[in-house]
Nanobody
Framework: VQLQASGGGVVQAGDSLRLSCAASGHSFRSYTMAWFRQSLGKEREIVARVGWNGELTYYGDVKGRFTISRDNAKRMVYLQMNSLKPEDTAVYYC????????????WGQGTLVTVSS
């Protein structure tokens, strides 16, 4: 599967932003999809995950602020980000996991989100 992320931009603290990830290729609906982010000087971290069965998992302090979703018919994955904070500033990546428990082997290019205070 090939992935292309979009939707990043510059916003102010407290604003909302929605990231989109378009997937191409076969068997998208069988993939677990996730959003990762990487801030300057930090390691890449997972933000949210949506399983092939729709199971949702959130990580860190995004719980209650971010919502991940998928549209299998459109082969899209979204990350709705509300109440953004300056510490959410990062390059955001969408990723796909083909096999449960396996690694995320499919990555889109990043999209930069900058949150100003």
């Amino acid at each position: 599967v090939q992935l292309q992320a979009s939707g990043g931009g510059v916003v102010q603290a407290g604003d909302s932003l929605r990231l989109s990830c378009a997937a191409s290729g076969h068997s998208f609906r069988s993939y677990t999809m996730a959003w990762f982010r990487q801030s300057l000087g930090k390691e890449r971290e997972i933000v949210a995950r949506v399983g092939w069965n729709g199971e949702l998992t959130y990580y860190g302090d995004v719980k209650g602020r971010f919502t991940i979703s998928r549209d299998n018919a459109k082969r899209m994955v979204y990350l709705q980000m509300n109440s953004l904070k300056p510490e959410d500033t990062a390059v955001y990546y969408c990723a796909g996991q083909q096999l449960p428990g396996g690694s995320f082997g499919y990555w889109g290019q990043g999209t930069l989100v900058t949150v100003s205070s």
